[in-house]
């Protein structure tokens, strides 16, 4: 089986928002929040140190511009932004790196979470794709 983050294997290239030259934005198939998104590279490393300095910019550079996107397209009233490395520390993809940058609003916490291990998500994926991919495009044109 392949990676669902590489690009030549069995990533769905339908959650992709946005591609850098070595990072690129993904939305959470299986989100904590709505706008839940993941910053992966485009190099299939699993560990920090594996990153060569340019990609380590440009995820950082990813972040900030999904910070951007996500605060115009939600008005969220905060963030968790954060990774997992290894399977024991939590990361369904453990081989492949990346960061998550989950939107947070004030009393989002719930009981069906910690109840019955069920999230609600109070928007349609394919809404908020189409919302946040046109602000990625607006920005990265700003940016030229």
């Keep these: 089986m392949g990676c ?5 294997s ?5 959650f992709v928002l946005y591609e850098g030259q070595r990072a690129f ?3 959470n198939r299986y989100p904590y929040s709505c706008g839940h998104l993941m910053i992966i590279p485009v ?8 990153l060569t300095l340019e990609e ?3 995820l950082f550079e990813l972040i900030d511009m999904s910070l951007l996107v ?3 397209a939600m008005s969220p009233d ?5 990774m997992n490395i290894g399977r024991v520390a939590g990361a369904g993809v453990d081989d492949h790196l990346h960061f998550h940058v989950v939107p ?11 109840l019955s291990e069920t999230r609600v998500i109070s928007e349609d994926l394919k809404e908020t794709r189409d919302k946040i991919t046109l602000l990625f495009k607006k920005l990265s044109r700003t940016e030229d």
């Design 78 to 82: 905060g963030f968790n932004i954060g």
């Design 56 to 58: 380590k910019q440009e």
């Design 70 to 72: 996500l605060r115009e």
């Design 104 to 114: 947070r609003w004030n009393g989002d916490i719930n009981f069906m979470t910690v």
């Design 10 to 14: 069995l990533r769905n290239e339908e």
């Design 25 to 27: 934005v993904m939305m």
């Design 4 to 8: 669902i983050f590489c690009k030549d």
């Design 43 to 50: 190099r299939h490393v699993a560990e920090l140190n594996f």
